[in-house]
């Protein structure tokens, strides 16, 4: 059983033209989203479970889970946090008065960095991202065992709808490795459950997420770059889900066909519009 330290960046301020979905939905649709984040980690990571047994008609304590800590940290007045009274006790508010609520994200980083000594994993988490993946920490800490603290996996993030299950919106992208030293690997492979894995130095280290090891924590802490707020992956939200990560790990996501190995949902269907519209498109010219 794990202690889990989780902290996730939450703001909303309606602003119709905004390129982000948290700033274009509705305040009531985007504190659904939220209360769904929540209730995926509670519920597939630290929440009580039980058993009914039949034969006498009783409940029995389940299975031990972890020890979750969840940490909402918004800016100023811009945020949901009374809109959430069905899972207010699944987290604890921190308010914070930064000027620029995008750099929310570096405040988690500076978060886990106060409590790193008390905590096994620490997870780093956008608002609307859904776990349902109960073993999740159990192969996370799998590969960092197998391979070393120097490699990261990172999870898949996937929306689902307009007849796909899954549709990964992470692919392969643009990106080099960063950091020096000899050259990396660029495929690790491994036996889990029967089952060979293969994981690919990422090309596009994006999840909206990470989850890294008190080890693993203590790496970056004692790296030049830890707070030093780069905001120049993408933009400042991006940068504060990956571009840390990015400079001081090996970043490896898994190959097309073990993609959900490790996955994460992203809620609603923006990304999927998006990617639907533009290859329709393609195909027209």
Excluded at 3 to 30: N, W
Aim: glycine share 8%; net charge positive; proline share 4%.
């Amino acid at each position: 059983m794990a202690k889990i330290l989780i902290a996730i960046p939450h703001y909303f301020r309606r602003e119709a033209k905004s390129v982000y979905d948290s700033e274009r939905s509705s305040a009531e649709d985007r504190a659904v989203l939220v209360a769904k984040t929540l209730s995926g980690l509670w519920t597939n990571l630290g929440g009580p479970t039980t058993i009914y047994e039949t034969k006498g008609g009783r409940l029995l304590d389940g299975p031990h889970r972890h020890q979750i800590n969840i940490r909402l940290v918004t800016a100023g007045s811009d945020h949901l946090v009374e809109s959430l009274q069905g899972v207010r006790e699944l987290f604890r508010h921190v308010s914070t008065n930064i000027a620029n609520p995008r750099l929310l994200g570096f405040e988690c980083h500076r978060i886990f960095a106060e409590e790193v000594e008390d905590f096994d994993w620490f997870v780093y988490l956008e608002d609307d991202l859904v776990l349902h993946d109960p073993l999740l920490i159990e192969k996370l800490g799998w590969f960092s065992q197998r391979f070393g603290d120097i490699n990261l996996l990172q999870v898949n993030r996937y929306e689902k709808g307009y007849g796909y299950a899954r549709v990964y919106i992470d692919g392969p992208g643009r990106w080099k490795a960063q950091g020096r030293g000899p050259p990396w690997p660029e495929t690790l492979e491994a036996e889990f459950l029967g089952r060979t894995l293969r994981f690919e130095l990422a090309t596009n280290p994006h999840s909206g997420c990470f989850f890294v090891t008190r080890r693993q924590m203590r790496r970056w802490m004692r790296s030049t770059i830890f707070l030093d707020r780069d905001t120049s992956f993408v933009g400042p939200l991006e940068s504060a889900a990956t571009l840390g990560i990015y400079k001081t790990f090996r970043v490896y996501k898994t190959a097309a066909a073990n993609y959900d190995f490790v996955e994460i949902r992203h809620a609603g269907s923006v990304y999927l519009k998006t990617i639907l519209a533009r290859t329709m498109l393609a195909k027209k010219t």
